[in-house]
């Protein structure tokens, strides 16, 4: 396993460029990712980065750390992946299938946190090949956050691998829970604070530049928008959500929540606005 350790960031300029000049990629049979693991050893968690993350995402000063802010100090990492050599497709055109993200033990403003992200394994999908990164936060050498990240590389022939199949396969009946709006600037607010400032996000003009009629939302902002309503309101110790992407939601747009709830989490959809179709499906144990 080769280890990369970084020190200092790029800035989310220099990566997004460097996604975009590994389009000239032409990979043949890729049987497995490279095993590379970059790390991040010194990450302090900054109480004004969480407050902003909070407030683009829908969380509450008593919610604490969201669970899903150790993927903001992960994602530049797998940004440098994607636009190295040893990375072999282009980063544009990646989708992203699903996010898994388990919280061990509560993480506090002030903590150090050591950043991880490694490549992970390969799943044959009918769309192309799917592939796994997985991410983790350690502090004083301790496993405190952990996140599989399942990306399609469309268009690939002959993917490798075991066949891609659904974490979630419950079928339980949802009822409507509440609704939010996502507005034609949130792919901008929602860039700032995480750096994914992918041009599909940002705006109509540059979505259609890459094939998007409009502008849509980014998937792990949906996610953490859901969580914001779902979780209890109070900091937890430790939860696991899973989540799987299925339509895009353009921007603007009204979405709804739909869920079925339990004493310690939910199964859930967000939807759009008439509650017919489904922008992803996840479930949270807390």
């Known amino acids: 396993m ?8 790029p800035s989310a300029i220099s990566l997004n460029l460097g ?3 590994s389009s000239s990629k032409r990979p043949g049979v890729v049987e497995a990712l490279p095993e590379i693991t970059y790390v991040r050893p010194r990450v302090v968690v900054d109480g004004k980065q969480v407050a902003a993350y909070a407030k683009v995402c829908g969380f509450t000063k008593a919610h604490g750390v969201p669970m899903l802010y150790p993927h903001m100090e992960a994602f530049p990492l797998a940004m440098m992946l994607f636009g190295t050599k ?3 497709w282009p980063a544009m055109g990646l989708v992203h299938l699903g996010n898994s993200a388990k919280l061990l033990k509560r993480i506090n403003v002030g903590d150090e946190l050591r950043i991880e992200m490694r490549t992970g394994e390969l799943y044959a999908h009918d769309k192309g090949q799917v592939f796994t990164l997985h991410a983790r936060a350690l502090r004083a050498g301790e496993v ?3 996140s599989t990240w399942t990306l399609l590389r469309l268009g690939v022939r002959n993917p490798k691998g075991a066949p891609y199949t659904s974490a979630l396969v419950d079928d339980s009946p949802l009822s409507h829970q509440a609704d939010f709006y996502a507005g034609a600037g949130i792919g901008r607010a929602y860039g700032r604070v995480s750096g994914d ?5 940002l705006s109509a003009i540059t979505a259609k530049f890459l094939g998007f009629r409009k502008a849509i939302a980014h998937g792990m902002w949906t996610k953490a928008r859901a969580l914001a309503t779902l979780m209890p309101r109070e900091a937890v110790a430790q939860a696991e959500v899973v989540v799987e992407f299925k339509t895009p939601l353009f921007l603007p747009a009204r979405a709804s929540l739909w869920a079925i709830r339990s004493e310690d989490g939910a199964l859930f959809e967000v939807r759009n606005a008439k509650g017919d179709k489904p922008h992803l499906r996840g479930r949270v144990t807390y």
Do not use: G
């Open 86 to 88: 040893a990375f072999p």
């Open 2 to 9: 080769k280890i990369i350790e970084v020190n200092k960031l």
């Open 197 to 201: 400032i992918n041009p599909i996000h």
């Open 144 to 146: 405190v956050w952990e």
């Open 19 to 21: 996604a975009l000049r």
